[in-house]
């Protein structure tokens, strides 16, 4: 069985692939981790930080067995996955539009961190992660919560990346968080291109599809700098896909703030659901941190509702 994130992995989508994996093999469910792409550069951190190798990278799993982690929905999948079989499905966003012919082992809790609950999987087991395993996912849990500062934390996740962090060794849990977060803010030398992909999701909303990635950032100062070099690649990306809005969260995860940088065919109409207007292709979100909780709904009201 394969196991794999979404698309543009991030360290959840990344370390949860792994540690589920992980489990499987442990009570005898032979699996292997796989990605959609190259880590993000704070994955890449963890996966160092962890002594771990990047797992295979794949997009296509056609006729392949597959468990899924960090998403719901077809589109955040490879182009072929209706031709996979799915096995289950391990997430903490809202349940998307992934439907199956079979019944299938769904694992979806309203928690900071889908790591949070593949850690809460060894349990139900009765295992326990490898240290470099649990080190993996106390990081995931990090990078997800904001260091248990955004809205999506809860106790289950606090409570997941302490006993992570005992079985992993990590002493300092708030040092091991500024490190890591100091590693996926290097983005001096990062062109813009690869920037507006970043941590990117494909949201379809009232037959619209909306691209928003995030960079969370210990400080905004070298994204605004590249602001227009970002501005001119989510316009050639838009008129490539097509898509409704092309946006960029630029997020401040000390000052707990988001500036969003957007292309649009109604910018204003996605500022207005945002509680916020545009000026300069930016508009501004006090105290916004996470997308899934206060960026999405928000915006599907705008366009459904």
Not at 47 to 58: C, K, N, S, Y
Not at 91 to 120: F, M, Q, R
Not at 282 to 304: D, Y
Request: aromatic share 6%.
């Amino acid at each position: 069985m394969l196991v794999l994130g979404h698309q543009n992995p991030d360290c959840d989508s990344l370390c949860s692939a792994i540690g589920l994996a992980a489990l499987f093999n442990k009570i005898g469910r032979p699996a292997t981790p796989i990605l959609q792409g190259e880590p993000n550069p704070e994955a890449q951190y963890l996966l160092e930080q962890a002594g771990f190798e990047t797992p295979e990278i794949r997009t296509s799993v056609a006729g392949e067995e597959i468990f899924i982690v960090d998403y719901s929905d077809w589109g955040q999948g490879t182009a072929d996955m209706k031709q996979a079989k799915v096995r289950g499905i391990v997430d903490h966003h809202k349940l998307g539009d992934i439907t199956t012919n079979e019944p299938l082992e769904c694992w979806i809790w309203p928690v900071g961190c889908s790591a949070t609950i593949v850690y809460n999987m060894y349990k139900f087991h009765n295992q326990k992660p490898e240290a470099d395993v649990a080190k993996l996912m106390m990081g995931a849990i990090i990078s997800d919560t904001v260091n248990f500062q955004g809205p999506t934390t809860t106790d289950i996740d606090k409570v997941a990346a302490k006993e992570l962090a005992e079985i992993a060794g990590v002493a300092d849990l708030g040092a091991f968080a500024h490190a890591q977060f100091e590693a996926k803010s290097d983005i001096k030398h990062v062109p813009a291109s690869e920037l507006i992909l970043r941590d990117q999701k494909v949201f379809e909303m009232a037959g619209e599809k909306l691209a928003i990635g995030q960079l969370e950032l210990t400080s905004l100062e070298t994204a605004f700098s590249k602001k227009e070099e970002m501005l001119v690649e989510m316009g050639q990306l838009q008129a490539d896909k097509g898509y409704h809005s092309t946006i960029v969260l630029l997020t401040d995860i000390n000052k707990l703030d988001t500036t969003a940088i957007i292309i649009s065919k109604d910018a204003d109409k996605v500022a207005k659901a945002l509680n916020s207007t545009v000026a300069d292709h930016a508009f501004e979100l006090p105290g916004v941190v996470s997308r899934k909780k206060q960026i999405i709904p928000f915006l599907q009201a705008a366009f459904e509702g």
